[in-house]
């Protein structure tokens, strides 16, 4: 692996000899993408629209459209609750590592194996106590826009359950391969890099 | 009860779990155990501690960022940065390092830049001869200018947990910056001279004339509107006339970089006039960047534009991911009353700001090895801000020392983190790395020598333009 990207680097030249540079973009892999990507995806460009919406209305019309601050927040919320699902699917959720360049390896892999259960535990008590908080809140409603809070929550509710079964997917996943990414930052990195 | 909290939430942390699972899991714990309130709490305070009109700069930030991060405007950029001080001797250092300052004026965040950018800029300097230890130095140095140039992710989230204006915070990050880069480029002309280095591209007068004209034009553009408003002109019209004057020259001249580099003047000057709020500034710099891409430069595809948005959410979710758990967290540890035993006992200890800002110094560059800026940021500052009111600092200037010190901290042996990602991108062992950087703490110690103990460095533009 490291031999072929060694040839790969060594033979375009970013800078040629007149002084110009000739940077090129990887190309773009989309198949990695899953389904909570483009749910939060579908969230994100929403609430693009609507802060563009509102922006347009404040300066050209003059007169900004209060729903739309409303609305932007609370896709916001979407967005973020959603794409956490897909950053724990691909192990990008902020994390501290250094214990583990300190500590023997069988002791590695046996803490982050109780961080895989870990990570399951909270995500799976997340799903239970916001359905819980649901209930509690009955029908309350939005601030201006006519709709349930509940939306928005059981939208929480369902990034929280994609999370928990992508943490059981990541536990599986490093079960099988003997290592996780805690344990070997560099692979995640490599990644990164290709 | 108290202790249960910080101690777990530390332990949690230190196994690797995610941070934002480490304070909420802590929380929930407390809840659990002491029994105050239904831990149904935690995930209810996580969802409303994102709920907010102006954390919605953050994902904007981040967008604008990513639009400008490709091919065709990343060439234009090292080509005017080339065109301007590439005819210096050890060109490509400096040409790196104002690379970073223009990359930093669109972007906020130096770890991506230093895995994305560092790539391209060590790569362009192999080419050239320079020594893998000189290109890696020099790339983990100027990458520490992203967060500290505005506009800067990590300054918006301070704004947020200090309760301190972003637009001020940006203009603080203004002459620090400039003074990082003087600081740096003096390194690169040490290192030419000691080594007897030439320059890369010839010293051609129309070459350099173009790139100095190029950024005489960024610079004049709001002086410009100034002036005509100053004269009774109304804003919008004298806006109007000087963007559409400003397409004018940019078709009919070609210009390299100039649209690019007006990205943080445009909304640097926004905010000061109160035109926009962050929130505001965010989204017309994405609107910008969008644009330039897909219909100026027309360099943006709209596969590029997915996979723009795909990284773009997911930096945003695993910022916010840390806000919302923070935002728990936080409010127990002042329930319960930590942050006053934190303040109590710092101030038992010292009652000299400048003690107290060594100390700070110090913990913040052990810290910001660990730990990612942001998630630093949430976790430290709402501790540490009760006694900077107390001993009178002024919390922009804080905020300034704060985030450099995080960004030192990223790249200082043994254990930062864009250490780790250089010697990857650079595929140099973790020694030659760190010795490779070691240098370059002499002109980064430096500059937070100066920021830290002269206020006015920081304080002096937003001074002039908040009062």
């Given at each position: ?79 973020v609750?959603?794409?956490i699902?897909?950053s724990v699917?691909?192990t990008r959720h902020i994390h501290v590592d250094f214990l583990y360049?300190l ?12 961080v895989?259960?870990m990570r399951?535990?909270f995500?799976?008590?997340a ?55 805690l344990?070997?930052p ?9 | 009860m108290t202790g249960w909290l910080l101690s777990g939430f530390l332990v949690l942390m230190v196994t690797g779990i995610p941070v934002a699972i480490a304070m909420a899991g802590a929380s929930l714990i407390y809840f ?9 709490v935690v995930v209810?305070r996580m969802i409303s501690g994102i709920?907010s009109?102006p954390l919605?700069a953050v994902?904007?930030f981040i ?45 906020g965040t130096a770890i991506a ?31 520490t200018?992203g967060p500290i140039?505005?506009?800067s992710l990590p300054f918006v989230i301070y704004g947020m947990v200090a309760n301190v204006?972003i637009?001020?915070l ?145 930096t945003t979710a695993t910022v916010l991911f840390i806000v919302a758990a923070a935002s728990i967290f936080g409010w127990l540890l002042t329930a319960t009353r930590v942050t006053d035993l934190v303040t109590a006992w710092v101030l038992?200890f ?6 107290f800002l060594l100390l700070v110094n110090l913990l913040l560059l052990f810290v910001g090895c660990f730990l990612e800026p942001t998630a630093a940021i949430l976790i430290a500052v709402p501790v540490l801000m009760p006694v900077v009111l107390q001993l009178?600092i002024?919390p922009v200037h804080f905020g300034l020392i704060v985030v450099l010190n995080l960004m030192i901290g990223l790249l200082h042996?043994?254990m930062g983190m864009v250490?780790f ?27 937070l020598?100066?920021?830290t ?15």
């Open positions: 692996m490291t031999d072929t990207t060694e040839t790969k680097h060594a033979a375009e030249h970013v800078l040629d000899a007149e002084g110009h540079f000739h940077v090129e973009d990887a190309p773009i892999d989309l198949s990695h993408y899953l389904f909570e990507d483009w749910t939060s995806l579908a969230f994100f460009w929403l609430l693009g629209l609507s802060v563009f919406y509102q922006f347009f209305t404040r300066y050209v019309m003059n007169d900004s459209a209060a729903w739309t601050e409303e609305i932007a927040r609370y896709l916001l919320i979407c967005t609750f959603v794409a699902a897909a699917r691909r360049r500590i023997p390896p069988k002791a590695g892999r046996a803490l982050s194996t109780l895989d259960i399951i535990a995500f799976a008590l799903v239970g106590l916001t359905l819980e908080m649901m209930m509690k809140m009955g029908n309350l409603q939005m601030t201006i826009i006519d709709l349930p809070m509940n939306i928005i929550y059981g939208i929480c509710a369902f990034g929280f359950a994609a999370a928990a079964v992508r943490s059981v997917q990541v536990a599986i996943e490093n079960w099988r391969r003997g290592f996780s990414l344990e070997r560099e692979h995640a990195i490599e990644e990164h890099i290709e | 659990y155990l002491s029994g105050t309130s239904p831990p149904m209810h709920d009109f919605l994902p904007f967008l604008a960022g990513n639009l400008m991060n490709n091919a065709g405007i990343t060439n234009r950029i090292y080509n005017f940065a080339l065109a301007l001080v590439g005819w210096m001797k050890g060109g490509l250092g400096h040409v790196n390092i104002i690379g970073s300052v223009i990359f930093a004026g669109m972007s830049d230093a895995a994305g950018l560092g790539t391209i800029e060590i790569k362009a300097m192999r080419d050239h001869g320079y020594s893998k230890e000189f290109s890696v130095g020099v790339t983990a140095a100027s990458a200018l140039i505005p506009p204006s637009g001020q940006f203009l603080a990050g203004v002459l620090p910056g400039l003074v990082m880069t003087l600081l740096m480029m003096l390194t690169v002309a040490y290192y030419a001279h000691k080594n007897n280095w030439g320059a890369d591209i010839k010293f051609l007068w129309s070459r350099v004339g173009k790139a100095t004209l190029e950024l005489i034009i960024v610079i004049a553009f709001p002086l410009v509107i100034w002036l005509a408003v100053s004269v009774g002109v109304n804003p919008p019209l004298a806006t109007g006339v000087a963007m559409v004057a400003l397409f004018a020259a940019d078709w009919k001249f070609k210009f390299e970089a100039v649209l690019p580099i007006m990205t943080p003047v445009l909304l640097i000057g926004g905010m000061t006039t109160g035109i926009f709020t962050p929130t505001e500034g965010a989204v017309a710099a994405s609107i910008w960047a969008l644009f330039l891409g897909l219909f100026w430069y027309r360099t943006l595809t709209y596969k590029m534009l997915i996979k723009v948005s795909m990284e773009t959410i997911e038992g010292t009652h000299s700001p400048w003690v009178g002024d042996p043994p250490l990602v250089l010697a990857r991108v650079a595929r140099m062992s973790l020694e030659r790395t760190t010795m490779a950087i070691v240098p370059w703490l002499v002109p980064l110690l430096g500059s020598i100066l920021i103990y002269i206020p006015i460095i920081s304080l002096w533009l937003p001074k002039l333009f908040y009062r």
